[in-house]
């Protein structure tokens, strides 16, 4: 499966996002082997840098790297997904500037929400970064669910157990 041919924006009404940078994963992918996905800021405003690109994307480095930091012997994103982990980000277009508006995330996180639900045995959610935390609990709020990661300073939330629709979600601020 190729999440590509099942999610996709058709109206690109946020303002504060580069849309000819929209990037959804066009990867093959078989959901039953995926069990952790990952989700980060935004994409790359380079599509050569998106996680899946060919050659040494930067987001693939760096996730490779985080990776090999915490104990785990990869050397690609190809890899990584063979472990079960799948890598996407919250917004689907690159960003304008510093920030991501609030109304960005929100509209964007319909297509992540399409996303998440084609990865049924998924046990984990990692949620890298302010912006995939505030897409993840717009997503529970939307459906009349508590936040799923309370606001607050990082050192405050660490330690504590987060679920997302019954499954682990683990914040961080790396």
């Known amino acids: 499966m190729q999440v590509c041919q099942s999610v996709k924006c058709e109206h690109f ?17 078989q959901p039953d082997n995926i069990s952790i996905i990952l989700i980060s ?43 079960g982990v799948y890598l996407t980000t919250a917004v689907k277009c690159a960003k304008t500037g510093y920030g991501i508006q609030t109304s960005t995330v929100k509209e964007c996180s319909r297509l992540l929400e399409q ?19 505030k897409a ?16 607050g300073s990082t050192y405050k939330i660490r330690g504590r157990e987060y679920f997302f629709r019954g499954k682990w979600a683990f914040p961080s601020y790396l």
């Not at 009404?13 to 992918?29: K, L, M, T």
């Not at 930067?58 to 997904?81: N, R, W």
């Not at 709020?141 to 309370?150: L, N, Q, T």
């Open 136 to 151: 993840i609990n717009t997503l529970a709020e939307r459906a009349g669910e508590s936040r799923v990661i309370p606001a």
């Open 115 to 133: 996303e998440l639900a084609l990865f049924p045995q998924v046990k984990a959610y990692l949620l890298m970064g302010d912006v995939a935390i």
């Open 13 to 29: 009404p946020c303002a504060d996002v580069w849309h000819e940078c929209h990037i959804i994963p066009g990867i093959d992918v």
């Open 41 to 83: 800021e935004a994409a790359p405003a380079d599509p050569a840098d998106y996680y899946y690109a060919a050659g040494a994307p930067l987001f693939g480095q760096t996730t490779v790297q985080a990776f090999k930091d915490a104990g785990a012997e990869v050397s690609s994103v190809q890899e990584i997904l063979d472990l």
